[in-house]
Structure formats: structure tokens, C-alpha cells
């Protein structure tokens, strides 16, 4: 896997990577930046979110559950001092579907963060990484 990243302006930069899509990052305005996009730990814990989202959805459906929708909600805490790696990761994921177990549930999130993704078994390394659900049945 290959990354390029280019400076934009002072802090702003754009990255490409193999899949050849583009995303900005930027710094916040007291460090000289302009917020003109997200920071670099931001885009890390996206990509971790992103990566068990895609785990989980996968693992669900070959169940045959019926989503309807799948979200995750990340907070993290950073130690105080530099460097700042993250120190707490909490996952929260909702998923929205008909009929949709704990157990399926459980068992998905559990292969995602011990076997499939990479980027949440890397950060467990450093920091400790929780998770909790909830489940929406919707309406009709």
C-alpha cells in the first residue's frame, strides 16, 4: 500500500493513496493551520471506524440479516503530553435492521476487533480499545 501526500498551503495537505482517492487534512488555526479539513489523528480514528463498520456489515450480512442502516460513533481520549497517542478508544456501534440478534451482533463485532481489522488491532496495541451497541428496530 502506497501513500503520497502533498502540501497544499501551510498546513493544509492533500493525500492519494492506491485506491486513488484524494482526501484533505489540515491543522487547526493555533498551530497554523486553517481547520480547512480534518486532522491527521481525526482521519486515523475515521479509518478505524470505517474498517469495523465495513467488517461488521460484511460479517451481518452473510447471516442474512436484513440492515438498514449501520453506524459508529468513536471518542477517544489522548495522552496529555507528546507524543499524543490515543489512550482510550470507545466504539459505539447502532445498528437499525428487523429482527436483528445481540448474539449476530456480538459475534460481528467481536471477529472485527480480534481477526479482520487491521486498523482497530493495531490501535489496541497502544491504546484501550471498548466497545458497545445498540440495536434500532425500525418502524415498519
Not at 474498517?51 to 442474512?64: F, G
Amino acid at each position: 500500500m502506497k501513500v503520497s501526500l502533498k502540501q497544499i498551503d501551510g498546513l493544509a495537505m492533500a493525500a492519494v493513496a492506491d485506491s486513488n482517492h484524494w482526501i484533505t487534512m489540515d491543522g487547526p488555526e493555533n498551530f497554523g493551520g486553517r481547520t480547512a479539513g480534518p486532522r491527521p489523528m481525526e482521519v486515523l480514528l475515521m479509518g478505524m471506524a470505517g474498517c469495523t463498520a465495513m467488517d461488521v456489515i460484511s460479517i451481518l450480512k452473510k447471516k442474512r440479516i436484513k440492515l438498514q442502516d449501520v453506524s459508529v460513533e468513536v471518542d477517544a481520549e489522548q495522552a496529555p503530553e507528546h507524543p499524543k497517542v490515543f489512550t482510550k478508544i470507545r466504539l459505539h456501534y447502532i445498528i437499525t435492521g428487523k429482527d436483528v440478534r445481540a448474539t449476530d451482533v456480538e459475534r460481528a463485532i467481536e471477529l472485527s476487533e480480534t481477526k479482520y481489522c487491521s486498523a482497530t488491532i493495531m490501535l489496541k496495541k497502544s491504546a484501550d480499545v471498548t466497545h458497545d451497541y445498540k440495536i434500532i428496530e425500525p418502524d415498519q
